[in-house]
């Protein structure tokens, strides 16, 4: 248990998703190790070895000095290829070394985070994704390895944990990014309203409000003249915010009213992760 209640949320949802994580791979074959995720040009193995290098990191590890090969072609730009490293130094270990190396890593961490004498707004920085207050950066860990947890239980067909502890705090972060995805990058219009009814294991209606001044906040009360209406799934709200699906592919799973131009480029940048 920390000495800060504050941090203990975040902490309890990030061992429950990679406990999960650790109980889906601990059985699999070596043929499932290589199951291509909705990550591009990441199998399961790779999936898991990000989750296990970013906890390294974590931990205070170096980060292995490692040259890339330059046939990787979903290396798009320097977090990418940041992120890589950690994956592709081990895409040809086993898959009892890597299930060896993740609980190895979790019995660390969990270690480190009982240990942390650290306060919540402590500064945490990182190389490639900046500065965030040690609460920032805990929770952003829950929703990672949660987000990661659900990639591999789509590769594997293994559905599960979509109401966990940490789905919730993935709900709320992805919720931050959607007034910027409404007012700026799909341009709604001044004075407007969109809103998004979400059903299944998370349910939520929220409403992008957009100002007068073009900028965007997130209501809980209905709107009675949106703009545009999307009802969709948690899953698929899910898949779309973490930019794992192109809308086209889930067409038949969002329903959409209003202003037909709008819905569409909304969706067309819908995505808020990195």
């Known amino acids: 248990m920390t000495e800060h209640p504050s941090l203990q949320p975040s902490i309890d949802a990030w061992t429950q998703s990679i406990e999960a994580i650790s109980e889906l791979v601990s059985s699999l074959v070596e043929g499932e190790w290589n199951r291509p995720t909705d990550c591009p040009g990441w199998s399961v193995r790779d999936v898991v070895s990000h989750v296990i290098g970013l906890e390294c990191e974590a931990l205070g590890d170096p980060r292995p000095i490692h040259t890339l090969p330059r046939d990787l072609y979903h290396i798009t730009d320097e977090l990418s290829r940041y ?21 190895y890593t979790i019995i660390r961490r969990r270690r480190h985070l009982r240990n942390d004498k650290r306060k919540p707004d402590a500064q945490i920085t990182h190389p490639a994704l900046g500065q965030f207050s040690l609460e920032d950066f805990l929770r952003l860990r829950a929703f990672d390895v949660w987000v990661h947890e659900q990639d591999l239980r ?7 944990n ?31 309203a969109v809103v998004f009814d979400v059903s ?7 409403t992008v409000r957009v ?16 703009e545009v209406t999307f009802v969709l799934d948690w899953e698929t ?7 794992r699906v192109k809308p086209r592919k889930v067409a038949d799973k969002v329903k959409t ?18």
């Open 83 to 103: 992120m890589e490293v950690q994956v592709d130094v081990r895409r040809h270990h086993t898959g009892p070394e890597m299930t060896a190396e993740l609980e």
């Open 237 to 243: 709200y899910v898949r779309l915010a973490c930019g």
């Open 162 to 192: 979509l109401d966990s502890p940490a789905a919730l705090i993935a709900r709320d972060i992805l919720l931050k990014g959607l007034p910027k995805v409404v007012a700026k990058d799909a341009g709604a219009p001044k004075k407007s």
């Open 211 to 226: 100002d007068e001044d073009g900028k965007g906040s997130v209501s809980n009360s209905p709107s009675l003249g949106p």
């Open 257 to 274: 009213e209003g202003d037909e131009d709008l819905a569409a480029r909304i969706l067309a940048n819908f995505a808020v992760t990195p």
């Open 200 to 206: 299944g294991p998370v349910e939520f209606l929220r």
């Open 154 to 160: 789509r590769a594997l067909n293994r559905p599960g």
